[in-house]
């Protein structure tokens, strides 16, 4: 094993921090360096409040932080010292001209991959982090390798898996690592290199390495089939309410078949996070691209099914409340896109909460982690919005409760005592399932839960 390797991570968001953290912390061989372009980003990674909200975090950081790990903005002496350099800066949807709205803006990689040309004395490894339109690395090579001194760098996938909330988890015990390069000589000693970082931690048979593109394409169908069994679940949904189904019965009974298995197959208000849609929108475009039209209908369906789902949400909100909310008090429990993360990137909440007000509802806005970056979503909103850390204060004069995120202290508020806060009728909207129905039921709400029968008083 190298005593010595300096490794390097471009972009210290909610990928680059934890990933590195959890490196640095298992492989004491490795010098681990971070750098951002965002000033206060980085100040914060190097104080006791760290910019991202992920369980376990805090001792990983801790225990690294000043030995083998640290957060810097001097991105030219990072690359300059740097034997691997992972790349983990944002590869958002595209927003204008071609492929707007679905292709991947790769400005910010390109941007990048000249930054490491121009300030690299030697050859080095890139790995590809960032989740990226498959073809990628293929460009980022042609422009690493145009350099006029000569310099060879070896591109690799290593795509990442985690998810927010469990990031620690999923970094430190992983389903699998994947790591995709060329077939070269070259190309499978920058693999050797890559793997040998991960098994100091992770058992080898959890290691998986395939050529680049399969590693590139992987990433983007295993959030596919994600986003779309929740679709799928979502769609059913939609039947159980009008019919005597529960949507929590049928996921049971068919996640006890072993070849569906049981997870991801909870019915919600709809799927957030940064990555489902912006990758599953990658894969219509890539598919479009090679004029696979109905490969890109097929996958395209998996997101306009969760754009209605949000809208079903509102639109049953509305029809419960006599068909109107103009005016009317609507306290959002959650705006975080899942629970234990602070993160609203593509939160079902801000659908609702635009919905809400283009119906001219008052809308409370509540969540232990998340308000400020729901201020800075709804900023540009028009209506009456407020941002209340209390969910008691949030709920006080309401008409309803919309349950957007399903955040454990939700489940044992005293909603007794939100109730009779409350006016009359009252209503409740669990879009995750995770409230005791029956209950709130006896105690006089009218529950609407995703995927059951109505328990109504009125
Ligand atoms: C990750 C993945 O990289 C992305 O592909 C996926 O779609 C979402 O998850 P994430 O870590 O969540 O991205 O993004 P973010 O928290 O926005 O962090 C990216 C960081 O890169 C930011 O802190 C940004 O300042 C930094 N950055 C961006 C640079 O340092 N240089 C740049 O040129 C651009
Ligand atoms: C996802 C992938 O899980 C992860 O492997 C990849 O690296 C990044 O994208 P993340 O977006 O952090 O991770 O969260 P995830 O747990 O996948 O949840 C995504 C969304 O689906 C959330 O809004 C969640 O509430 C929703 N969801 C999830 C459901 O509505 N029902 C489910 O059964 C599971």
């Known amino acids: 094993m190298d005593t010595s390797v300096n490794v390097l991570c471009i972009g210290a968001g909610y990928v680059g921090g934890p990933t590195m953290a959890v490196i640095a912390d298992r492989c004491r061989h490795a010098r681990v360096t971070v750098v951002d372009v965002n000033e206060a980003r980085i100040a914060a990674w190097n104080s006791d409040a760290l910019p991202i909200f992920e369980p376990g975090l805090d001792d990983v950081v801790r225990r690294a932080r000043g030995r083998n790990l640290f957060f810097s903005t001097d991105i030219e002496a990072g690359i300059r010292d740097a034997d691997i350099i992972f790349v983990s800066v944002n590869a958002l949807t595209k927003t204008f001209e071609e492929g707007a709205g679905r292709a991947a803006d790769l400005q910010y990689w390109e941007k990048t991959a000249r930054q490491i040309l121009a300030h690299s004395t030697r050859g080095k490894i890139v790995v590809e982090k960032s989740t990226l339109p498959v073809r990628t690395a293929e460009a980022m090579e042609r422009i690493l390798n145009s350099g006029e001194r000569g310099l060879r760098f070896e591109v690799v996938s ?3 898996f985690l998810a927010e909330g469990t ?16 077939e ?56 159980c309410e009008v019919t005597e ?6 996921a049971y009974a068919i996640g006890t078949d072993s070849r569906i298995g049981p997870r991801f197959l909870k019915a919600s208000v709809g799927f957030g996070g940064s990555c489902f849609r912006k990758d599953i929108l990658n894969l219509v475009y890539i598919s479009e691209s090679y004029g696979l039209d109905e490969v890109a209908r097929y996958w395209e369906s998996v997101v306009r099914m969760n754009d209605w789902q949000e ?38 909440a801000l659908a609702v909460t635009r919905q809400l007000l283009d119906e001219h509802a008052h809308v409370v806005i509540t969540d232990p982690q998340a308000l400020a970056n729901a201020r800075i979503d709804t900023a540009r909103l028009e209506g009456a919005i407020e941002y209340e850390p209390d969910p008691y204060a949030a709920a006080k004069g309401a008409h309803a ?23 009359r009728p009252a209503f409740v909207f669990d879009g995750r399932n995770i409230l005791d129905h029956r209950r709130l039921f006896e105690m006089g709400f009218s529950v609407y839960a995703v995927g059951k029968r109505p328990l109504k008083h009125v």
Do not use: C
């Not at 050529?211 to 769609?235: D, G, P």
């Not at 939700?410 to 006016?423: G, I, P, Q, S, V």
């Open 245 to 250: 189904a529960d949507v929590d019965e049928v």
């Open 401 to 423: 409760i919309a349950v957007l995120t399903e955040w454990e202290v939700y489940r044992t508020l005293d909603y007794a005592r939100l109730l009779a806060a409350m006016e």
């Open 311 to 348: 809208a079903r949400f509102v639109r049953r909100m509305l029809a419960s409340m006599f068909n109107t909310v103009a005016g009317k008090r609507i306290a959002l429990f959650g705006f975080a896109f899942k629970a234990d993360t602070g993160d609203t990137r593509e939160s079902p």
């Open 184 to 239: 070269t000589p070259a190309g499978a000693n920058a693999r050797r290199a890559v793997t040998d970082l991960y098994a100091t931690w992770v058992p080898r048979d959890r290691i998986i390495e395939s050529n680049l593109w399969s590693a590139e394409l992987s990433k983007l169908t295993a959030n596919a089939f994600l986003a779309q069994r929740i679709s799928s679940i979502n769609s059913i949904s939609a039947l």
């Open 167 to 182: 990031a620690i988890k999923d970094l430190e015990r992983p389903d699998r690592v994947l790591v995709g390069s060329h």
């Open 158 to 160: 290593n795509p990442e």
